[in-house]
Antibody, heavy 130, light 107 residues
Framework: EVQLVESGGGLVQPGGSLKLSCAAS????????MHWVRQASGKGLEWVGR??????????AYAASVKGRFTISRDDSKNTAYLQMNSLKTEDTAVYYC?????????????????????WGKGTTVTVSS | DIQMTQSPSSLSASVGDRVTITCRAS??????LNWYQQKPGKAPKLLIY???SLQSGVPSRFSGSGSGTDFTLTISSLQPEDFATYYC?????????FGQGTRLEIK
């Protein structure tokens, strides 16, 4: 069974740090790009960032709201992705989901690459409060 | 960044109704558009990818269409389990962006 399990959430004071983990199973983790998406209570989905595979140089990208404070990494030997969150703000309070990104290629002569998030973890809650 | 705008923000409908949700991108995104369903307290679930491809296991009453800037998600005959919030998401460029969501409620 394809599965993602997040952990590491909790209560942290403003300015503090927290590291989330996302343990993957049931698929070839090393070949997959992984994303983090968050959702504040009663609000919509907000993309946090992503890390690509080794074949794509583990390239990372971040939302402007977290750039410079959050870092995404991965350990393919442990089938785990991480989200290191520093300088946390009250507005970072949310449920954090990790997701697997799938790449679908259409077309042969001129290939088009379609990306979508097909597997999601159940999420872990981060609360930033004094 | 590409802005995604869904309409309506909320919708009341009855079991058996045909429902359409619209998503508009602030610039052309070709067919790089995905739809997700989220129920309270649960993670989002992929319904449609590449604007019109049905994810495996998703009932055929769900369909997607559109290209460029305008997209629709249609539920042909609402079932009780379809009452949820729906999000569109563009994968044309980074950063990935989502629509604000459409809450589908029981009339």
């Amino acid at each position: 069974e394809v599965q993602l399990v997040e952990s590491g959430g909790g209560l942290v004071q403003p300015g503090g740090s927290l590291k989330l983990s996302c343990a993957a199973s049931g698929f070839t983790f090393s070949g997959s790009a992984m994303h983090w998406v968050r959702q504040a209570s009663g609000k919509g989905l907000e993309w946090v960032g992503r890390i690509r595979s080794k074949a794509n140089s583990y390239a990372t990208a971040y939302a402007a709201s977290v750039k410079g404070r959050f870092t995404i990494s991965r350990d393919d030997s442990k089938n785990t992705a991480y989200l290191q969150m520093n300088s946390l703000k009250t507005e970072d309070t949310a449920v954090y989901y990790c997701t697997r990104r799938v790449t679908m290629v259409r077309g042969v002569i001129i290939p088009n690459y379609y990306y979508y998030m097909d597997v999601w973890g159940k999420g872990t809650t981060v609360t930033v409060s004094s | 960044d590409i802005q995604m705008t869904q309409s309506p923000s909320s919708l009341s409908a009855s079991v058996g109704d045909r429902v359409t949700i619209t998503c508009r991108a602030s610039q052309s995104i070709s067919s790089y558009l995905n739809w997700y369903q989220q129920k309270p307290g649960k993670a989002p679930k992929l319904l449609i990818y590449a604007a019109s491809s049905l994810q495996s296991g998703v009932p055929s009453r769900f369909s997607g269409s559109g290209s460029g800037t305008d997209f629709t998600l249609t539920i042909s005959s609402l079932q009780p389990e379809d009452f949820a919030t729906y999000y569109c998401q563009q994968s044309y460029s980074t950063p990935v962006t989502f629509g604000q969501g459409t809450r589908l409620e029981i009339k």
